[in-house]
């Protein structure tokens, strides 16, 4: 049984024969799809980056793939949300990647929401009998724009220690990023402007960010708690709610049944918009401010048709 | 008589220390209003002062998120203190507020580098006829408690404690290098092994509430192929697919194996492919091999060879809702022992399916002969139904109906309750 320190002899001399010079780009891989357009904005050509979740799944829930850890093996960067969204899956994946630049704690390894402006961080005790509930605070940070920013400041700076010869690039090109993006910002805040306030219902608790930047206040969720599916006692008594306070408007993520939010429509005039939790959710999301072109267009209409405010 | 006034005086004592209404006398209806009165004073000023200390403590939080955070260091991984705020209400939820008290630590980070725990109760029930099974009607058949931290830059450690009914135990206690040289991942220690799919599972991952006859018979049982030894494993780089090959040494003390000498070591090897068919299905194949000592004596072996498939379907804007997994595992063992050589065959086959959020049905065929006499052959079947209330508990009801090879016909109905608590651990694939 010679096997293990021959198979070990060998395998270094595989690896040492296949090293070859840095690579032309670097290899990007993002947990999610909006960090995988943010890091495209910023590294241009000198990045190339794949996500591991696609936009309209549940990002709580992704299966840990062996295909997965085929990407992880060659990646010189990982970015991920953080706050506990990839707790699931993403550790057994960075373990099984054998790449020690993407470790946590390594040079290679970036948690976006560090950063960023993080909202809900439950203080006090927190069990979970409160359902899903993340005690780092709530993961969905991304969906206000300025954090978009912020994370793609910090990609920026990453980047520029893992190339240091593209700082200048990813300067200009992060610089560009933050001109295009308050452009954008200008037009979704008029666009929203009219309807601060507005009372809405939303079926998970992923748009605290969006609801906070743009002014709509959540009065309840379809869950009756982070995780847990609807009940109907739950959802009797939200529909009293939405009744008393006039709320017309649901938001549901793409990856929950609709059965629940269409029955609660229907009993209280309301409509159901089903809007882009992420970058990838609908097919014409092709890149971060697309995702809040679409999404801020569909809450517009949607609070135009059920008769404004 | 000395007991009896002992008795007597600590009856007493609990009497006046109690606060139990039924002992306490009854005061005079004007005393009851005034202590009415106080109590609702109290609760009034308990109110306000709680209103008042949350409101006080998100002026503070807004005021420390405004303040200009002074970078400690020019290092520019060094990241800027993430501003905070505090959602409204949360001080009021129920629980203390602040940092958490600290008994006997150094610092308020000494406890920082513990390890995430997690316990899972595995409760079993069982009825009907087991024809000879020693199955207990109710049974606390397993808490596993797990320690799980990163070791240093280099390693991370994994500890399965199992306490069961009466015994306890290390089911797995390894360390893992997750970036040696070569890309070898290496485990050292105590672990479930690489055999097929069924082998490498803990109780409370299984779709079952049982194992396989297949692993009953042939692989060891609950306890399998466990044992002390070495790990490694490599991916094998190819242009088409996921290939990982496993190599794996141990002492030979489990349930199949057993080594006379020190120098006789169990082997198993394991190459494991896998390919995406599409976003929303997978196929995953894999073939092992197990060679050791058996305890027949010094100088008889078992083999086992194992093959498994496994196709998994799950749509990705529906996976929350709907998931099928099919899967297969074919082992056949040579076992040597002083009647002859016995070639025994075993194989189950087994579908899951996620029909709704919190639902799973299931359905698994059993054949298996024996190990030390292949001419004996178990056959079964199984119907399950799992609901999960939540991610960290979950509800099993299994049918089996099993026809043993000596004659006997078991039709069960079998229960089980898993309920988890602390660390959130990995979703298992």
Not at chain 1, 32 to 51: F, H, N, Q, Y
Not at chain 1, 235 to 254: A, F, N, S, Y
Not at chain 1, 285 to 307: C, H, M, P, Q
Not at chain 2, 344 to 349: L, M, N, R, S, V
Request: proline share 7%.
């Amino acid at each position: 049984m010679r096997s293990p320190f021959f198979r070990s002899a060998a395998a270094l001399a595989l690896v040492a024969a296949m090293a070859s010079p840095v690579p032309a780009a670097i290899n990007v891989v993002t947990t999610t799809e909006d960090l995988a357009s943010i890091t495209r904005e910023v590294g241009g050509d000198r990045v190339k980056v794949e996500a591991i979740a696609k936009g309209y799944q549940d990002p709580h829930f992704v299966e840990a793939k062996p295909s997965f850890i085929l990407k992880l093996h060659n990646a010189d960067l990982l970015v991920a949300v953080g706050r506990e969204l990839e707790v699931g899956w993403l550790p057994p994946l960075i373990q099984q990647s054998r790449n020690a630049k993407i470790q946590p704690g390594a040079d290679g390894y970036l948690d976006a929401s560090l950063t960023a402006r993080i909202l809900e961080i439950p203080t006090g005790q927190i069990t979970r009998a409160m359902g899903d509930v993340h005690p780092l605070g709530n993961p969905h940070y991304w969906l206000d724009p300025d954090n978009g920013r912020r994370i793609a400041k910090a990609i920026e700076a990453k980047l520029a220690r893992m190339s240091p010869g593209d700082t200048g690039t990813f300067a200009a090109r992060y610089a560009d990023f933050d001109r295009r993006l308050k452009e954008a910002e200008a037009r979704w805040d008029a666009a929203m402007a009219p309807y601060r306030g507005l009372k809405i219902v939303t079926y998970h608790r992923s748009w605290p960010n969006f609801c906070e930047r743009f002014g709509l206040d959540v009065i309840g969720y379809v869950e009756p708690r982070p995780g847990i599916p609807p009940s109907p006692s739950h959802t009797i008594e939200l529909i009293q709610e939405m009744k008393r306070q006039g709320v017309k408007i649901v938001l549901v993520e793409p990856y929950f049944d609709l059965k629940t939010p269409n029955s609660i429509a229907r009993e209280t005039g309301a409509k159901v918009v089903v809007l882009a939790p992420s970058v990838g959710g609908e097919k014409e999301i092709t890149d971060y401010i697309r995702l809040f072109d679409y999404d801020v267009n569909l809450v517009v209409s949607a609070i135009e048709e059920t008769g404004g405010k | 008589m000395r007991s009896i006034s002992f008795a007597l005086f600590f009856g007493f004592i609990f009497l006046v220390g109690s606060r139990d209404p039924a002992f306490a006398q009854t005061p005079p209806a004007s005393d009851r209003e005034e202590l009415a009165r106080l109590r609702s004073d109290l609760e009034a000023l308990r109110g306000e002062y709680a209103e008042r200390i949350a409101a006080l403590e998100q002026r503070l939080s807004a005021l420390q998120a405004a303040a200009p955070t002074a970078p400690p260091s020019p290092a520019p991984s060094a990241p800027a203190a993430p501003e905070v705020q505090v959602p409204a209400g949360a001080a009021g939820a129920g629980g203390p507020t602040g940092t958490l008290p600290v008994y006997g630590g150094v610092t308020a980070a000494s406890k920082v580098f513990n390890p995430d725990i997690a316990v899972i109760g595995d409760f079993l029930g069982a009825a009907g006829d087991g024809a000879g099974s020693t199955q207990p009607s109710l049974q606390l058949h397993e808490a596993e408690a797990s320690f799980q931290a990163v070791v240093d830059p280099y390693a991370r450690a994994d500890f399965f404690l199992t306490f069961g009914p009466d015994e306890v135990g290390v089911e797995e206690a390894y360390v893992t290098f997750p970036t040696v040289p070569g890309g070898l991942l290496t485990k050292i220690g105590k672990m479930r092994t690489a055999f097929g799919k069924v082998d490498g599972m803990h109780n409370h991952t299984l779709p079952w509430t049982d194992r396989p006859l297949v692993t009953d018979n042939l692989v060891g049982g609950e306890e399998g192929l466990a044992d002390s030894g070495i790990s490694i494993a490599r991916l094998i780089p190819n242009p088409w697919f996921f290939l990982e090959a496993t190599a794996q040494v141990y002492a030979g003390d489990s349930a199949v194996f057993q080594s006379p000498e020190r120098s006789d070591l169990a082997y198993l090897g394991h190459l494991r492919g896998y390919q995406d068919l599409s976003d929303s299905t997978n196929l995953d194949l894999g073939g092992s091999i197990a060679y050791g000592h058996n305890d027949s004596g010094p100088d008889f072996t078992t083999r086992l060879l194992g093959v498994d498939a496994t196709f998994r379907y799950r749509p990705l804007r529906r996976a929350i809702y709907r998931q099928l997994l099919a899967r297969t595992e074919l082992v056949w063992s040579r076992r040597e022992q002083p009647g002859g050589t016995q070639n025994a065959f075993g194989t189950y086959f087994e579908l899951d399916y996620k029909f709704a959020r919190r639902w799973f049905a299931g359905a698994r065929f059993d054949y298996s002969e024996r190990a030390e006499d292949a001419s004996i052959k178990d056959k079964g079947g199984s119907l399950l139904l799992t609901w999960w209330p939540s991610e960290f508990s979950q509800i099993r009801a299994q049918y089996r109906h099993t026809r043993y090879g000596e004659g006997g016909t078991a039709n069960e109905l079998l229960f089980q309750f898993l309920f988890s608590i602390g660390a959130h651990g990995a979703h298992p694939f």
